[in-house]
Structures are given as C-alpha cells and as structure tokens.
C-alpha cells in the first residue's frame, strides 16, 4: 500500500507537464493509437478536470482508424486541436 502513495506515475503516460489556472498541459505521447488517446482524455474528464482540452495528436495514420470516434469525443470536449501526421 505504501508503494501505491508514493508512486508518482511514469514518464509520458498522463505526465502533468505544466499547471496554470487557465490549463493543464498532460504529456501521454505513449499513447500511439486512437483508442488509447480516448482514454487518456477521457481518464482527465473523470479525474475532474472540467476545462476544455486542447489535444495535440500526431504520427503516423494506421490503417482502419475509425476517425468518427475521435470526432464525437471532440465536438464534445475540445477547445483547440492540432494534428500533424507522417507519411
């Protein structure tokens, strides 16, 4: 249990970079494909944080990416999105 409170996390998995009264800046650049991008934003909505997000994604597309998952979750909750992808 004494391990459980004294872990911090790892790094670039919902890594909190900068803390500001306007925003949150989380590094989880770990998260390589569109579903485990859906679930660190949404573990940030549970955790309680209530400001929009402003999602910075990019990569590499993989094949069969259903995009409208990614739609939906940020028409939602989104404030801002950057995306950049490699060829």
Same mark, same amino acid.
């Given at each position: 249990? &004494? /391990?459980?409170? +004294?872990?911090?996390?790892? +790094?670039?998995? $919902? +890594?909190? /970079? !900068?803390? &500001?009264? #306007? ?6 650049? &770990? #998260?390589?494909?569109?579903? #485990? ?6 573990? /940030? $909505?549970?955790? *309680? ?5 402003? $999602?910075?994604? *990019? *990569?590499? +597309? ?6 409208? $998952? ?10 801002? !999105?950057? /995306?950049?992808?490699?060829?």
């Amino acid at each position: 249990v &004494k /391990v459980a409170y +004294e872990f911090c996390g790892l +790094e670039h998995r $919902l +890594e909190p /970079v !900068v803390s &500001k009264s #306007a925003a949150l800046v989380i590094n989880d650049s &770990k #998260a390589t494909t569109l579903p #485990a991008t859906l679930a660190a934003c949404n573990a /940030v $909505l549970t955790a *309680g944080y209530n400001k929009k997000i402003i $999602l910075l994604v *990019g *990569g590499q +597309e993989k094949k069969g990416t259903d995009w409208n $998952l990614l739609k939906h979750f940020l028409n939602k909750n989104s404030a801002a !999105v950057a /995306v950049t992808f490699f060829c």
